[in-house]
């Protein structure tokens, strides 16, 4: 196993198949509780990347009433910028079109 170092503090640890056999227990918790990205390679071409995923964050709970506030806000200050010879349906379709 090699370990390259990609700048201050990120750092990549690089594995063949071989090692990924022996030891992927504790492949998993580099990966998943220090954030670690581990390559793996065969025959010294890369072939994978363990990834950490991040976990979903829990919802907050906002009575309904703070959650219209906020869209209000949201809709003035979005009118605010708007320019009145534009429409807004068009422009949804422009972008959805450059993706």
């Not at 709970?61 to 534009?86: F, K, M, Y």
Request: hydrophobic share 35%; with cysteine; charged share 25%.
């Amino acid at each position: 196993m090699t370990t390259t170092y990609l700048g201050e503090e990120e750092r990549m640890k690089t594995l063949g198949v071989r090692e990924l056999k022996e030891c992927i227990s504790e492949i998993l918790c580099w990966v998943e509780e220090e954030g670690e990205t581990v390559e793996m390679t065969k025959r010294g071409e890369v072939i994978a990347h363990f990834v950490s995923v991040c976990k979903p964050q829990q919802s907050v709970v906002q009575p309904v009433d703070v959650v219209w506030t906020d869209l209000e806000c949201l809709a003035t200050e979005i009118s605010g910028n708007w320019h009145s010879n534009v429409n807004a349906v068009n422009t949804v379709r422009d972008i959805r079109l450059e993706l």
